[in-house]
């Protein structure tokens, strides 16, 4: 039997890299992919502290990776040899829920991959429904600039959708993290005329600005959140509202900062209940949507990348082999050496 190095979560905190058989094609939908690049996500740490309830012990962790196709199942969509993009959402884009779009919630899928079935930290990965799986990646776009593409990259373009924005419109991003910094490129896109980035960290709100994703940067503890949004805003507070750092306080700063009658779109995964002042919030009319990204539009992204109106790849701040992968959590996961994203290059056995 073939083995392969991966990373498997154990339940409780513990995560070991070790050797695993070689996955293989089951379905005629699947293929099997050589990752070439991958990298640990925010919802990984959430896997790793217990906070995410579908997740299954024993299982490879990793949803946003890429590759090259290594064998390909005949209704697979896709050949040997192509270089492809991982969707971070398993779906099978035919049940009543795919058809609409809401791949989240697909009747055979959903967060699968690194969480309920062995995904990219890892040598090699089986991914099912490729065709709804797999982007190609054309020969201009990179494998860094190509590996946000589906997990944070569309969880900040499913943010800027859920705010529904309109040309000239001011949209406040709270936290400047990989998804918020996403959240704020794609409400761009959306015809944002004015980005306002929060978060605690000074250096992500320097990232932000010198990346030109954000207008206007708000440091929650040097000046209260509600008045300075209500300065850069003529008194309204932003019209669509993105919460992607995941905190209580956070929670309570998404519905403050938001003009009467907006929209407040949580994409941060919360470990936590949070509660609703639902009698303070009386007549102002919000629209709250929360979301597990409905990451249905990895090609719209692959050809904005393509034709360079979007890359990503900025968020890159470490590199290492996947030898490495348990000092990547440790700095990625404490926030060290200000760790932005940690990727994952493959395995080194000649070390
Ligand atoms: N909806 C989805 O499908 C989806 C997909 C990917 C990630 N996520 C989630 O999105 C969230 C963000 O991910 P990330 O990788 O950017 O995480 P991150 O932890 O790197 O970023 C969060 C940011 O929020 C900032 N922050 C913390 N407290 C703050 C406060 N009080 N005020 C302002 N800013 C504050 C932090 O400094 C940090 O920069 C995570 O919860 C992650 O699990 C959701
Ligand atoms: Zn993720
Ligand atoms: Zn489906």
């Known amino acids: 039997m073939e083995t392969m190095k991966g990373l498997v979560w154990r339940g409780n905190g513990e995560i070991q890299l070790t050797d695993l058989p070689r996955p293989r094609l089951r379905e005629p939908e699947d293929a099997v992919v050589r990752v070439t690049l991958s990298t640990i996500c925010t919802s990984d740490l959430h896997i790793l502290r217990g906070a995410v309830p579908r997740a299954i012990p024993n299982t490879v962790l990793g949803h946003e990776f890429v590759g090259v196709v290594e064998e390909a199942g005949p209704l697979s969509g896709v050949r040997p040899g192509q270089r492809v993009a991982a969707n971070c959402i398993t779906f099978c ?97 959306f015809g944002a005329a004015q980005v306002i980035a929060l978060d605690i960290n000074p250096k992500r709100l320097r990232m932000a600005w010198q990346q030109k994703l954000a207008d206007a940067t708000i440091h929650p503890s040097s000046s209260d959140p509600e008045q300075a949004v209500k300065a850069l805003t003529n008194g309204r507070g932003a019209d669509g509202v993105i919460e992607a750092a995941g905190g209580e306080d956070t929670f309570q700063t998404a519905w403050k900062i938001a003009r009467p009658n907006g929209v407040v779109a949580l994409v941060a995964m919360y470990e936590e209940n949070q509660t609703l002042p639902l009698p303070q919030m009386y007549g102002k009319n919000l629209i709250f949507k929360t979301g597990g990204v409905d990451a249905a539009y990895c090609q719209t992204l692959m050809d904005l990348m393509a034709r360079g109106r979007l890359d990503p790849s900025f968020l890159i701040t470490h590199k290492a082999p996947l030898n490495e992968i348990l000092e990547g959590y440790r700095i990625f996961g404490e926030g060290l050496e200000d760790c932005v994203k940690w990727a994952v290059t493959p395995y080194e056995r000649s070390r």
Request: aromatic share 10%; hydrophobic share 35%.
């Open 93 to 189: 884009g035919d049940c009543w829920f795919c058809r609409r779009g809401f791949v989240n919630n697909c009747e055979k899928g959903g967060w699968e991959l690194g969480c309920r079935i062995d995904g990219g930290q890892a040598e090699y990965v089986r991914v099912p429904y490729a065709h709804t799986g797999l982007t190609s990646i054309p020969p201009q776009v990179t494998d860094e600039q190509a590996l946000f593409l589906g997990d944070i990259l569309s969880s900040g373009y499913f943010g800027a959708q859920l705010c529904e924005i309109h040309p000239g419109d001011t949209v406040a991003v709270i936290g400047a993290g990989p998804v918020g910094l996403c959240a704020m490129m794609c409400a761009r896109l």
